[in-house]
């Protein structure tokens, strides 16, 4: 299953980072509640941005859609070389269906941790930082 992450960015060049595409529409609707000439987003105006190259965007300065694998590359990459090092899982050997699960799992819990400080204006590093301190990453 391909996983994606959506950032919107509004016009005040705040961002926004999800999981959910209902949740970019309501993003957006909700950004322009109080403009009654806004015309309201659906699912099928967002699937048309993100999936059809649709290039009008109204409202906002642009919608962006990541693969998650990609997103999180770092993140995925440092966990996976943990769980394979000896010292680690006590020289067990796991399979690729294994680290898959593993590296799924992995990413529910950094996306619970890093999207919410993303959307509240939280650094990079900062947030890396959190990320390697919680997730047992640094050595």
Do not use: W
């Amino acid at each position: 299953m391909i996983r994606t992450i959506f950032k919107i960015k509004f016009d005040d060049d705040k961002c926004y980072y999800t999981t959910s595409r209902i949740d970019v529409v309501n993003k957006i609707n909700e950004f322009h509640k109080d403009d009654e000439t806004f015309k309201q987003y659906t699912i099928n105006t967002i699937n048309g941005v993100l999936y059809n190259q649709n290039k009008k965007v109204r409202g906002v300065k642009n919608v962006e859609r990541f693969n998650v694998r990609d997103f999180y590359k770092e993140y995925i990459d440092t966990y996976t070389e943990k769980i394979n090092a000896s010292s680690f899982n006590d020289g067990k050997i796991y399979s690729e269906a294994s680290i898959k699960r593993l590296q799924n799992q992995f990413i529910d819990f950094i996306n619970m941790e890093i999207l919410p400080q993303k959307n509240n204006g939280e650094t990079d590093d900062n947030i890396k930082e959190h990320i390697y301190k919680v997730a047992m990453l640094s050595c």
